[in-house]
């Protein structure tokens, strides 16, 4: 699906120069945030920053080496087609995907999480209290509260977000450990949709299939799937009893969904056909981390320093990569293009037809 750019003028009108009037936080609320003078500095870029290896959520004085990720790349990435966004230690950055030139620094990470959503110029974190933080232009625009904090520990609380997605321009779903899947309009903050989960908040996955239209909900360990409408949330189907896997599932077409194996299973991928209630598997020579699905259906994954191009009819081609620990790959809308996320060496964006680098990115 094709993304409005032009949305991210619009984005920047709604949020400069406002000034955000106080409520009375409640379930689903957005919050008004603090005046100047209480927050000093509300606005990030690339000349200033920082970039470490450190939590947030800890105290600094507990935190062990065993607390801070090392991959410089350590979460995924999005496209929104002239843009790539991804995580750099700890902010989300952008780079223009034809030049590769690093552009901006959209937010930087303020739990201790690497869960973002990106869509034109809106970029949203969370907090470690749960709450969502909407920047534009790397400034803090407004605040979306109704999640719970996860409490884990009696010195710490963590974030509580498990997944974030636009499924839409101006249209936010939000994934909590507090057992809510909620919308939110972005540009205004308010809170639009809250559905309960009944399921363990255990290794939940969400995943926006854009070309279907719906919400793919994996819980228990992917044993689970649920679907829901990418804005209304109404549960639309149930996929109760699958094979154990790694990770969320993806859905390759109506009723088939693909995800990877369990660590005490073999290598690969398992595939599943809910309209025969049958499992086929992908094989690779070593343990999958990462993997994405076109919307025409093909599955792209990686296999050691090789990506491998799955077509519907079972051929497949590959492509060679200079990566050696995948964290994301992704489509671009057109299919044309891979973008592929390296934890230290960063994205590359390949030409699929040729399987050459088609755009090599700058690091910071």
Known sequence: MKYKLTRRTALAGMFAGATLVGCTPSDGSPVALPTPTDVPADCVDLASFVFEHRGHCKPLTSLSDADIVRFDFPGSLVSDGSQLMAYFRNAVLAWDVTSGALTSLHAPQRSDSWVFASRGNATVVPRCNGSLVVHADGCIAL?????????????????????????????????????????????????????????????????????????????????????????????????????????????????????????????????????????????????????????????????????????????????????????????????????????YAGPRTYDVATGDVFTQYELP
């Open 143 to 343: 605040e979306l509260q109704g999640h719970e904090p996860e409490s884990s520990g009696s010195d710490w609380v963590g974030d509580g977000i498990q997944s974030l997605v636009f499924t839409g321009d101006d249209h936010l779903v939000s994934l909590g450990t507090d057992n809510s899947l909620r919308s939110w309009a972005v540009s205004t903050g308010e809170a639009l949709e809250m559905r309960r989960l009944d399921s363990r908040p255990d290794a939940r996955v969400l995943w926006h299939d854009a070309a279907q239209g719906r919400l793919v909900l994996s819980h228990d360990l992917g044993r689970a799937v649920d679907i829901y409408h990418p804005t209304s949330l109404e549960h639309l189907q149930s996929y109760p009893e699958l094979p154990e896997i790694s990770g969320g599932w993806r859905a390759t077409s109506e009723g088939v969904l693909v995800g990877i194996n369990a660590t005490d299973q073999p290598n690969g991928l398992t595939v599943y056909d809910g309209n025969t209630n049958q499992t086929s598997a992908i094989g690779t020579e070593t343990a999958c981390r990462a993997f994405t699905v076109s919307s025409t259906g093909e599955i792209a994954y990686e296999d050691g320093s090789l990506v491998k191009i799955r077509a519907t009819d079972g051929t497949e081609r590959e492509i060679v990569t200079q990566g050696t620990e995948f964290v994301s790959i992704e489509f671009s809308d057109n299919g044309d293009f891979l973008h592929v996320l390296d934890a």
